[in-house]
């Protein structure tokens, strides 16, 4: 099984997402876990890691930034989670593409409409989602096991031997074909005995 660390803001984890749905169509075992970008990057986690998203009070007004959006998100899709690996799968991929594609706020319409494209059953996953504190629970013991990993960044592929890397997708595919070829690039790179730790364009040159 591959674990697939994944953040609802990032649009490189979103495509990351679409090619691992794809090749799990064809019967390639992925698991989605979570990695809160917003608590990676924090200032006061230069050095330690001191602050915790989960232990972020909401904002009264419900209409908070980017870290209570991201926040409600993990939390929504924890919510999911409790009704299947399919259901989460569904939830995950309907929130990325109202993100991404759609270009929506991660708020409670994005939510709402999530969960029903995704066929949940919304009493349940209301009912869910009001226990907040075990949520935020789950959500911990996922960002404590990416800490583990030392996952940095969106997506992260944890493939079944341990290896691990990030991998910046520029393009998005749902093509089986175009996803195998890019997968097993990957897995080709991770695997070398070449033993190589980094890939980075030059500033000037762009991917095309």
Known sequence: MTDLYLDFLCPYAWRGVELAAVLRAEGEPFRLRHYSLVEGNHPDNVSARTWQITAQAAPDSGEGGWQEQSLQAFLAAQAASLQGEEARWAFT??????????????????????????????????????????????????????????????????????????????????????????????????????????IKRAKHRPAK
Do not use: C, M, N
């Open 93 to 198: 991929l309907a929130l990325l593409r109202a993100r991404h594609e759609a270009k929506q706020d991660l708020t409670e319409p994005a939510f709402a409409q999530a969960a029903q494209d995704a066929g949940l059953d919304l009493e349940r996953w209301a009912q869910d989602r009001a226990d907040d504190v075990a949520r935020r629970a789950d959500l911990r013991a996922e960002l404590d096991a990416a800490a583990e990993v030392g996952v940095f960044g969106t997506p992260t592929f944890v493939l079944p031997d341990g290896a691990a890397a990030y991998y910046r997708f520029e393009h998005l595919t749902r093509d089986p074909a175009v996803a195998r070829e890019r997968w097993t690039l990957y897995r080709t790179v991770l695997g070398s005995e070449a033993g190589i730790g980094t």
